[in-house]
């Protein structure tokens, strides 16, 4: 989702793009994805914030790539649960034309070009004649990268362009042309500073990955659906528990939902997308997590925008519910180490749940992005989302918590602690009113977004009516207007007026806009 805010300057939060390694599984159906810094300092703006000013290059995150092959050319794409469509960087000679073109609008940056077929290979699935758009490449998007969108096909902008089948989803053409492989994907990110285990990523079509089979025996968590009229902000969404997210003094964090259909307050929906680096939250949850840490503090910085600074060496814990279904977070996910300073000169890590930065929507409260899914194997089954299929089983999510709290804390000691245990310090006191305040309701985040275009049209109608009156006036009384000064004569014992001011006109402070954030985004 496109977001535009007056007197706002549109900047992208980061970030630099990871090389990766993928290798295919002896089973053909999924691939080995490995992270690493990139040594390039590529720009991809699929994610960012509405705020500041300039881009993030950080070199120590990571993202999370896959190889493809399209039209017999090799890609690089970015794995991405939080759209729909496929584009790569580059030309294909061998590809088809349709004569169509489209785009996608990300939280930051968008992408645009005609769309064409070529034969695909992904996971070891042959799709031919696969839609994509073919995009020039650029500093932003340079040759061999791209993205594939694993969201549900109603969100699909290309298969809205080319009208029909031929122009749906990769995963969709994958499950429509094998019917025998199960409707579902599952993804597996590493930890690319975390010292216990190696870092790898995992991406499935229909397979389990060994020693996960657990995974089938969780909870299906429902996928809560948008109205038809927003088909296109269809994401992998479900509710989280009442009371479902603990504080690092591992105590309910109290929200509400700006979600109409959970307008009980008492469930906030969550989106899971491999696009977003930084979770993306209510800012009354981000303070809950970091403003009792000593030493954090809340700041709007050019590079990231609105986001807690946070000690490095404070380990900072929290945990998710999904039905009963506590899923621990890393403190090594929790705060993000990229070799920053703040305004004093001091090595300081970022909160990496971020107060939410893309447009105001209704649809979710949420982005549960890469700093909550390294802590869980994710499977997502299509179900009935799949083009082209009906009268079967509504789409579902599970989760599998890959983080174990002692070793999550053993890990962020060596990490971070250079390996000595020395957590002698303490959470500041809550705030007075004895809890967290509750995050702002749908009508309040709407005023705040809204706030620099609605004080700009009050203060214009309260200089339209103040000269109304003065004219009104005028003709009533037959008075000169003030600036023309008095028609009548002064008694000479009269003190001399004091000269007249011009009229002022107060201008309206810019005000910092936290949306889906956003962010973030696919198209948020």
Known sequence: MKNVIWGLQVAAIWSSLLLTVCTAHDSGLHLKVVGKPNPYNLRHNKRGNIIGSSTLSNSGDVSYYANITLGGASFSVLI??????????????????????????????????????????????????????????????????????????????????????????????????????????????????????????????????????????????????????????????????????????????????????????????????????????????????????????????????????????????????FAGQKIPVHPLDTSIDLNVTNASGDKVCLGSYQPISTAVDTNYDIILGMSFLRNVYILINYGDFVDGTSNTANPYIQLLATTDPAEGHQDFVNVRLGGKDDANWQLLPPSSKGSPPKSDSQFVRGIKYYWPIIAGVGGFLVLVILISCLCVRRRKTGARPFWRGKKSYRPLHDPAPVGMQPLGHDGVPRQSVSDYRNPWDSRY
Not at 132 to 159: A, H, M, Q, R
Request: charged share 20%.
């Open 80 to 321: 991405d649960t939080g759209s729909s469509d496929l584009w790569v960087a580059g030309s294909i000679p061998s590809a088809k034309e349709t004569g169509k073109n489209s785009g996608v609008d990300y939280a930051i940056g968008s992408v645009r070009g005609p769309v064409k077929l070529a034969n695909l290979n992904f996971t070891g699935y042959i799709v031919n004649d696969q839609a994509y758009l073919e995009v020039t490449p650029d500093k932003t998007n340079p040759e061999g990268l791209g993205l594939i969108g694993l969201g549900p096909n109603k969100g699909s902008n290309v298969f809205n362009a080319v009208g029909s089948s031929a122009g749906a989803a990769v995963v969709d053409r994958i499950f429509r042309q094998n019917t025998s492989t199960p409707n579902f994907i599952s993804v597996l990110l590493g930890r690319y500073d975390d010292p216990t285990d190696t870092f790898p990523g995992d991406i499935t079509v229909g397979d389990i990955l060994q020693g996960y089979e657990k995974i089938t025996s969780q909870t299906k968590l429902e996928v809560t659906q948008v109205s038809v009229l927003e088909s296109g902000a269809q994401h992998w969404q479900t509710l989280i528990d009442e009371n479902g997210i603990l504080g690092p003094d591992g105590q309910p964090i109290a929200l509400t939902t700006v979600v109409a259909k959970t307008a009980n307050g008492n469930r906030l929906t969550a989106v899971f997308d491999t696009g977003f680096t930084l979770t993306q939250v209510p800012k009354s949850l981000s303070d809950a997590v970091y403003g009792r840490i000593p030493g954090a503090q809340f700041v709007n910085r050019s590079d990231v925008g609105a986001i807690w600074e946070v000690p490095c060496d404070k380990e900072v814990n929290m945990t998710f519910i």
